[in-house]
């Protein structure tokens, strides 16, 4: 195989701040969903207020959930020649999903899109053995968990905020609660930020290895993350952010179920500690899984009619495609690229 001229890496990288950018606008729905659908906040401040906490969260919590996603593909077994092209068909399929979940208004992961695509291209490149299964089976374990945390942790603090407040007066109650979801809607981008926008830095650091960027005796299990890298890729989810992504917004904060500010405040505030849980641990969890089961645990303290559990039922079929359909697209498209560079 040819090795991957240096305009190309440069490419590749613009590719992966791409694929940031519409984790950014894929998600921003996540993070301001709530607060649009309950009148907090106008869409453009909301907006707004998501993407300047998502840059923010680059200089909080470390890089652990970026160790995490460079460590999928097996760089001590994979030629380095091959990195770029690898890391080049897994974000052509994680950005294919991430644009047809979009126009179809579902809002799915951007994380499990990734992580498929790297598995697809990994396997396509040097078979099972270019992946580390423990990472994958750990995401995969919390793809499962996660959003059963968000449910269940939605479901008790939506259940304990109605116990706390069963004698308030509910104007006054609903007063506190739109200021109060201010700061629940800002510990959720924030936590989005730390989450995912360390999931491209952890596709980047690769790259920046497979042409010698680091010393020859750095441990591969554990490539450092440069300061530069760390901003670029903050700054690309929170432009991705202030575009929007008006689609999956009406699916997050109007179809689920109906939410007033109280509503709101809980599913913020739980789907932010579970996403921070995560991201000190150094697992990469769908922030979009989250939030939307979030909702979901929130809506069921007021009756399981509340939730509309069709559109429940959409999403999770959508979430079960995810890594699947990516690594199908990330498979092809390396297959199509050793076409092109003689593998």
């Given amino acids: 195989m040819i ?72 760089l001590n077994i994979v030629s380095i020649m091959i990195i770029p092209y690898i890391i080049l068909g897994a974000l052509t399929g994680a950005i294919s999903w991430n644009l047809i979940t979009w126009f179809f208004g579902l809002p799915t992961s951007s994380s499990h899109a990734l992580i498929g695509g790297l598995t697809g291209a990994g396997i396509s490149a040097a078979g099972l053995a270019a992946i580390k299964w423990a990472t994958v089976g750990q995401v995969a374990l919390f793809m499962v968990l996660s959003p059963l945390i968000g449910l269940t942790c939605g479901f008790l603090f939506m259940a304990a905020i109605l116990w706390l407040t069963r004698k308030s007066n509910k104007p006054t109650t609903e007063v506190h609660f739109k200021r109060l979801q201010l700061c629940s809607a800002a510990a959720y981008s924030f936590s989005h930020g730390t989450n995912d926008a360390q999931k491209t830095m952890g596709i980047i650091v690769p790259l920046l290895f497979s042409i010698g960027y680091f010393s020859a005796d750095v441990n591969t299990s554990h490539l450092p993350v440069p300061l530069w890298v760390i901003i670029i890729c903050h700054t690309a989810i929170a432009l991705g952010t202030l575009s929007g992504g008006w689609r999956i917004v009406r699916t997050m904060g109007y179809k689920i ?68 359909v990516s690594a199908l697209i990330g498979f092809a498209s390396f297959q199509v690229i050793r076409l092109f560079v003689g593998y």
């Fill in 3 to 74: 090795a991957a001229p240096l305009i190309l890496i440069v490419a590749i990288i613009f590719i992966a701040l791409i694929f940031d950018f519409t984790n950014g606008f894929h998600d921003s729905a996540n993070s301001i969903s709530t607060v649009v659908s309950t009148k907090v906040l106008s869409p453009r401040n909301a907006v707004l207020f998501a993407a300047f906490f998502n840059f923010v969260a680059a200089f909080a919590f470390g890089v652990a959930v970026a160790d995490t996603i460079s460590n999928i593909v097996e």
């Fill in 257 to 324: 179920t109906k939410l007033r500010p109280v509503n709101g405040f809980a599913a913020e505030t739980a789907g932010a500690a579970t996403i921070l849980g995560a991201s000190a641990a150094g697992i990469p969890v769908s922030t979009t899984h989250v939030i939307c089961s979030s909702i979901m645990g929130v809506g069921s303290t007021m009756g399981a009619s509340t939730v509309k559990w069709g559109v429940a039922r959409s999403i999770v079929i959508a979430w079960i495609l995810t890594i699947p």
